[in-house]
């Protein structure tokens, strides 16, 4: 299989690099691929690269594009702007955002200029996903631009999914842009119209971006996304989880205590994936909820905690323990002042 993949990326031919993402399947021809790619990559279309370069990360996310300074991207991305239809865009757009890379602002304004020439060809995906990806990668338009992309996004809201709805509030939250309360209201209706469709991911990121927003979507909105929120919960990562507490202490709403013992419960079976912040940030959440998650609970965090103590800055570790205090669990003094290796 290596010596044919060779001989089809000298052929040169741009096809083949669509299909090359395929024949991936574990770490080791990854990097096999990646040698072959670098070396012939000025020869394919850079759409087709990055669909390839997405499939490098689903294998090892430890891959991004700077990984490839042989083929000046940016540059080539610059000489065939006049070839790109709205999927290349949006592929390319998507590529730097999910493997990290920070091209210069021009080239984003240049290619979010182009995006937007398109504007009666784009669908709801495009427009949602085009503003993920911005956020993603920190660039901030101009207000033109924003303006434009804004139109957009009314446009199309009537056609969004929930995917579509979570990525965009998150992306006006991420750039601190404000469409204002009657956008917002609208967007509010569409979440709850897709409820059932929404996942862990986005009903954390569409709370915090509420919260983040400072904007209150209402008793009967919250109520319903909270109900969704409990039956998805198996759906949720860590991080997520993270999220929804902490927006829904921001929001002032308090979901009683059914819901926050099933979240502790889901919490307590991914406890090993939260980080350092995420472990204090739960415990802090718990106290300012006045709700007590019980001492088995607790145990298990002070115990994970202990186990990464060294990890923890004295102010984290003096956090975590006050924490615990206040919800009426003492981890020790062990926790606090761990003990530090003796040299041999």
């Known amino acids: 299989m290596f010596g044919n993949l060779c001989e089809a990326l000298g052929d040169a031919k741009k096809r083949h690099i669509r299909s090359l993402g395929d024949k991936i399947n574990d770490a080791e021809t990854a990097t096999d691929l990646f040698s ?11 759409s087709h690269l990055c669909s390839f370069l997405l499939k490098l990360t689903q294998v090892d996310s430890s891959w991004t ?7 000046h991207i940016e540059e080539i991305i610059m000489d065939l702007r006049s070839t790109f239809n709205k999927r290349a865009l949006n592929t390319i757009f998507c590529a730097f955002a999910t493997l990290h890379v920070e091209p210069t602002d021009n080239v984003l304004a240049a290619m979010l200029a182009d995006v937007l020439k398109m504007d009666r060809e784009l669908k709801a995906q495009d427009v949602s996903k085009t503003l993920w990806a911005i956020a993603q990668l920190k660039y901030h338009p101009g207000k033109d631009q924003f303006k434009e992309l804004h139109k957009l996004c009314e446009q199309k809201l009537s056609c969004f999914t929930a995917v579509d709805v979570a ?11 404000d469409p204002g309360k009657p ?46 929120c409990k039956r998805k919960l198996s759906t949720f990562e860590a991080q997520d989880l993270s999220f929804t507490l902490y927006s829904l202490t ?12 099933a979240t502790i419960n889901e919490c307590k079976s991914k406890l090993s994936s939260f980080s350092n912040w995420g472990l204090i940030n739960m415990i802090l959440l718990c106290d300012k909820m006045e709700y007590n998650p019980g001492d088995e609970f607790l145990a298990e965090v002070a115990d994970q905690s202990a186990m990464r103590v060294s990890s923890f800055s004295a102010e984290e570790r003096e956090m975590m323990r006050n924490g615990l205090l206040k919800l009426g669990f003492d981890p020790g003094q062990q926790f606090l002042f761990p003990k530090k290796r003796r040299g041999r």
């Open 183 to 228: 956008f917002l209201s609208l967007m509010k209706a569409r979440a709850i119209k897709k409820l059932s469709s929404f996942q862990g991911p986005q009903l954390s990121i569409t709370l915090w971006s509420f919260a983040t927003m400072k904007y209150h979507p209402g008793e009967e909105c919250l109520v319903a996304l909270v109900e969704e």
């Open 36 to 46: 072959l790619v670098r070396e012939h990559g000025k020869k394919f279309a850079v």
């Open 65 to 71: 594009l700077k990984e490839f300074p042989l083929l």
């Open 250 to 261: 921001e929001l002032k709403y308090k979901p009683g205590e059914a819901f926050l013992g």
């Open 167 to 177: 990525d965009t509030i998150w992306a006006y939250a991420t750039l601190a842009y």
